[in-house]
């Protein structure tokens, strides 16, 4: 089977620097997604790691450990409209993403 | 379209009637999900179509659960006799093609079942 783990709720300043965790277990590898969902609305795709290492876009950046099947998210320079919750995906694989529960990070002044 | 649509946005129903859910992909988008998603929850795997077809189920929750694509284009969930339990956000994303392509997701239906 498949499975991850990330924290459930992350708090961060304004302007500072929060990094998300995120551990799977899964039999077959594609990669590992992160999405962004605000409230109410739909997940947005944010990066995609299908080798090991650091990928960034912009303030995101994600990382990959095949070897430690684990990976984070870093978002830079938080601002309020950061507050959203933010899943780990397994994949795209073959036919669908499988996500994690999500981590509802809040941003406060 | 620019993006994936989704209709209704919201339906509440009557434990035990029928409803439909209807995706419109981004023009040209070969591969479509569907997922659900119960409040402070990750988002759940359904089905998926490749063209007009479903090659994996695998996530259907039960037999009141189906779907189905046409014109390699707009995609219908349909779940018969509601129960409670169907109470979630049913989101529908497209990908350029299968396999390792970003999804790009629609706004949702939120289905209330009374």
């Known amino acids: 089977g498949q499975s991850l783990e990330q924290p459930s709720e992350v708090t961060a300043v304004e302007g500072a620097i929060v990094q998300i965790n995120c551990t799977y277990q899964?039999?077959?590898?594609?990669?590992l997604s992160w999405y962004q969902q605000h409230d109410g609305g739909a997940p947005t795709f944010l990066s995609y790691?299908?080798?090991?290492g650091l990928e960034e876009t912009g303030r995101f950046s994600s990382f990959l450990s095949r070897s430690d099947s684990y990976g984070y998210l870093l978002l830079q320079e938080l601002q309020m409209k950061d507050s959203a919750s933010y899943f780990c995906?397994?994949?795209?694989?073959?036919?669908?993403?499988?996500f994690g529960t999500g981590t509802r990070l809040t941003v406060i002044p | 379209g620019a993006g994936v649509s989704q209709s209704p946005s919201n339906k509440v129903t009557e434990k035990g009637k029928d409803v439909e859910l209807r995706c419109d992909p981004i023009s040209g988008h070969t591969a479509l999900y569907w997922y659900r998603q119960r409040l402070g929850q990750g988002l759940e795997f359904l089905i998926y179509?490749?063209?007009?077809?479903?090659?994996?189920k695998s996530g259907l929750p039960s037999d009141r659960f189906s779907a189905e694509r046409t014109g390699e284009s707009v995609s219908t969930l349909t779940i018969q006799r509601t129960q409670q339990e169907d109470s979630a956000v049913y989101l529908c994303a497209s990908s350029v093609n299968r396999g390792r392509e970003t999804q790009y997701f629609g706004p949702g239906t939120r289905l209330l079942v009374l």
């Open positions: 899964t039999s077959g590898f594609y990669g």
């Open positions: 995906a397994l994949g795209p694989g073959a036919n669908n993403l499988f």
């Open positions: 790691n299908g080798l090991d």
């Open positions: 179509f490749q063209g007009n077809s479903a090659p994996d």
